[in-house]
């Protein structure tokens, strides 16, 4: 600013999330000495600002912004510690100036997100969006660059006062800190005068509000003042414009009721492109720069070497020193006044990961992007759902982290079970923190196994289930209820019951049951009560291990058994394949669940069990049944022990006769031998029945081959390698294989095995293996008890 004008305010045009900009931002304010800190960012926020000097305010954090009335549409403005906005906050709260926020207020932006609306006016349809324009690309390529993020390192990140690539060292004062400002301003002025608005047509409002605050802050402070702002957007705030003008573009633009807080934040999420858009590929390697004193190649490579050593990998002090070199040689090559993050990856890759990207990767998650979640003082304003799930979080020690973490609760002890009950709450309220996995260790209901994951999003979905109440289990009782009257169909409602169950919710509970018992008595089709009873039977065996009353539940579930009891052969009767495909499921999840209630349930249990033996029996004996039901209530009978080999032989030979359509018959393959566990070795160790798939596959005719070759090869595919293997060979080795004929001088009664075996059994290897299985048993190798002289018997003896 030259001539008689009044001096203007210093204006700091920055990278978002910048570590050279921030160390630039810091040593021009130690220069300036401004009383007044302006900086970009939502104004409802200046409430807020005091908190960053707590103590317990560590960065990555940002600001949440989100629609009282609507919680879902909100907005973050995040912060790291190499953020140049955030450097400057914490240096106005260190100083005692005032700061301020004087971007275009939350309550305006969160307006403006609606659908059709750019700069707070509706769009038309005819018009083409505009394309955003990235600044620091075009001057990457006016420079010749191709990398846009090299050449920002080289020239700002590598090169600022102060910086580790400056020729005064770390530490080194400038003789002019504002130089880099200057250039960087006039270099956006360039862009700006040909691209316009970039893109960007909402920055325009956003720009008129800027000057505004910008003009009533020279009214107080004077020219006194520094505003730190997206380098962008510094020509627009020297743009010699009228308050009239400005006011004019803010004219009738929308406005939500907004509330906002600080949340922890994430380097993972520093990516995204949300408030502060300038998204960063690497937040680790660039807390790295910013935090370093001195040497940071050096001390990035021994971070490395840490981290690699923890994953037991071997990697000396000559391996980090040979990294060193190996990485200034690269960047000297390269034209680099300092190794950057590309040099390094590669030294690296060659000296510490022998070459491997396995190992880079581990160095990429957890160092270059960084797995750092923050904090925030819990003075901090937040929903009354926050407050009671952070108590409760602090409580069970469930303290949330932003990687991935498996957790293995024991249901049997009471700090787990509480911690069962909070996630499954979390998750009826659709705050997906955790969720429920396979575990690894006992399968039975005193276990689970959860996967949890903390992200910064979860704060919004629990200011939307703030909505349901002011506690975590007064919100899901809430919620539970709303979704049982809600409910369209009986399987919803069963299945709700058991989520209520497990999160432990007994006041929503009644609800739940008396639209269960509404829907049950209502509901004829018997597909809908197959669908409901499982998640029922579930509920009622989870219920022995939760200490919670199930008795109407075991009664609404016992009427639902016998109800599918008495519809269930009637509806399995004129299906199509589709339909019948749904309903073998259905019989699947039947048997399972009557399986449970009778344990669940021990008064009903015989009669329960006796009357779905029968409906089985009824299934697999009727010929208008479809053939994957028949052959399906087949195979549970023979797996449950109420059907002998010969009557499922029997059966099966019935199914495969000549006059069954071949469709039909394969069918009837599928249901007895597909889909369920066990099904290939049940051919392997059945001979009888493998001859007969065997015999009839041979015998069906070429022109409906075809036909049935998909469906047979989808049974077949489901089972494991080895096993399609023995079953082909047995196949190929012919009758006597398959058991269609006797082996010469095999035991009688007993036909041939899988391959490999022999007929009979060999006395003398069956005697070698005596010992050692004792051995394994923990039994004397020598015993004085009498050897028996059959084979046989002494290994069933040893057993």
């Known amino acids: ?23 630039a931002v810091r040593a021009a304010l130690d220069a300036a000495r401004p009383q007044a800190v302006l900086i970009e960012g939502p104004p409802e926020g200046d409430a807020l600002l005091p908190l960053a000097a707590d103590e317990q305010m560590r960065p990555p954090v940002a600001l949440l912004a989100h629609a009282v009335d609507d919680p879902g549409r909100a907005a973050f403005w995040p912060l790291a510690a190499f953020s140049p906005e955030w450097v400057a906050i914490r240096w106005a709260l260190a100083h005692g100036v005032p700061v301020r926020f004087i971007d275009l207020p939350a309550a305006h932006s969160l307006a403006m997100t609606e659908e059709g609306e750019q700069d707070g006016r509706p769009e038309r349809d005819d018009e083409p969006r505009p394309v955003p324009v990235d600044p620091i690309r075009v001057l990457a390529e006016t420079a010749g660059h191709d990398d ?18 400056h020729p005064g060292g770390p530490g080194a004062a400038a003789a002019d800190p504002l130089a880099a400002f200057a250039a960087l301003g006039e270099a956006m ?44 957007h510094v020509p627009a705030l020297e743009a010699r414009t009228t308050q009239t003008a400005d006011r004019a573009l803010l004219k009738g633009l929308p406005k939500v009721k907004t509330e906002l807080t600080w949340v922890p934040w994430t380097h993972q ?141 024991d249901l049997r002890k009471d700090t787990d079970a509480a911690r069962s009950r909070l996630l499954h709450r979390l998750c009826l309220l659709g705050i997906g923190w955790g969720e429920p996995t396979a575990g690894r260790g006992s399968t039975g209901t005193f276990r689970e196994s959860w996967r949890l994951h903390w992200e910064p999003e979860l704060y919004v979905r629990v200011a939307e289930a703030g909505v349901w109440g ?107 394949a589709d339909g019948a495909a ?5 019989v699947d999840g039947v048997h399972t669940a009557i399986g449970l209630l009778a344990g669940a349930v021990p008064e009903n249990a015989d009669g329960l069990r006796e009357r779905w033996r029968a409906v ?37 030979g019935l199914a495969l006769s000549p006059g069954t359509p071949p469709a039909d018959a394969a069918a009837w393959i599928e249901g007895f031998v597909g889909g369920a566990a066990g099904g290939g070795m049940l051919l392997v160790h059945d001979e009888r029945l493998l001859a007969l798939v065997d015999s009839w596959l041979t015998g069906v005719p070429a022109d409906t081959f075809t036909d049935v070759l998909p469906l047979l090869r989808r049974t077949f595919s489901a089972y494991e390698p080895g096993v399609r293997r023995t079953l082909g060979e047995l196949v190929r080795r012919g009758p006597a294989a398959t058991g269609t004929d006797q082996v010469p001088g095999a035991v009688p009664g007993r036909e041939s095995t899988a391959p490999g075996f022999g007929p009979v059994l060999d006395g003398v290897r069956a005697d070698a293996v005596v010992p050692v299985l004792r051995l394994l048993l923990g039994l004397d190798a020598v015993s004085t008890t009498e050897t028996p002289d059959n084979p046989e018997e002494r290994l069933e003896a040893t057993v």
Not at 197 to 204: E, L, M
Not at 365 to 376: A, N, Q
Not at 524 to 539: E, K, M, N, Q, Y
Not at 582 to 586: E, I, P, S
């Open 616 to 652: 089985l029996h009824k299934l697999s004996a009727r010929d208008a049944v479809a053939g994957v039901i028949r052959g399906r209530a087949a195979r549970l009978l023979l797996d449950e022990g109420h059907l002998a080999q010969d009557d499922a032989a029997r059966l099966m």
């Open 189 to 232: 002025a360039a862009l700006r005068a040909v691209y316009g608005d970039g893109g960007h047509p909402r920055d325009a409002v956003r720009e008129a509000y800027m000057r505004i605050q910008l003009r009533a802050a020279r009214k107080e402070f004077g020219g006194a003042f520094a505003v730190v702002c997206g380098a962008w």
């Open 582 to 586: 749904a309903l073998r499921g259905q």
């Open 1 to 23: 600013m030259t001539g008689a004008r009044q001096p203007g305010p210093l204006l700091l045009g920055v990278r978002h999330h910048g570590p050279g900009s921030a160390r």
């Open 269 to 409: 999420r520093l990516a995204r492109h949300s408030g502060y858009g300038a998204g960063i590929d690497s937040p680790g390697w660039y807390e790295h720069l910013f935090a370093s004193p001195d040497r940071p190649v050096e001390r990035w490579m021994t971070k490395v070497a840490g981290l690699l050593r923890d994953e037991d990998r071997f990697v000396s002090s000559a391996h980090v020193i040979e990294a060193v070199r190996l990485a200034d040689t690269l960047a000297a090559m390269r034209g680099r006044p300092l190794a950057g993050l590309s040099e390094t990856t590669d030294a690296v890759r060659a000296v510490m990961c022998e070459g491997s990207d396995v190992p880079l990767a581990l160095v990429r998650d957890r160092l270059v992007v960084g797995v750092t979640l923050g904090e925030v003082p819990d003075t901090a304003p937040a929903v009354p759902l926050q407050r009671d799930l952070n108590r409760q979080q602090r409580t069970l020690r469930l303290k949330p982290e932003a990687g991935e973490r498996e957790l293995e609760l």
């Open 148 to 165: 846009p993020e090299r050449w920002w390192e080289d020239v700002v990140e590598h090169r600022v006062p102060g910086g580790p690539g």
């Open 470 to 576: 002011t506690t975590v289990l007064s919100a899901a009782t809430a919620r539970a209820e709303s979704e049982a009257l809600a409910a369209t169909t009986l399987a919803e409602v069963t299945a709700l019951a058991e989520r209520c169950l497990l999160a432990g919710l007994p006041e929503a509970l009644p609800v739940v049951m008396r639209v269960l018992a509404d829907r049950a008595a209502l509901d004829a089709d018997v597909g809908h009560l197959a669908d409901a009873l499982p998640a029922l039977a579930r509920t009622l065996r989870y219920g022995d291990v939760r200490s919670t009353d199930t008795t109407a539940l075991g009664e609404v579930a016992a009427g639902l058994a016998e109800r599918i009891c008495v519809g269930l052969p009637p509806a399995c009767t004129g299906l199509d």
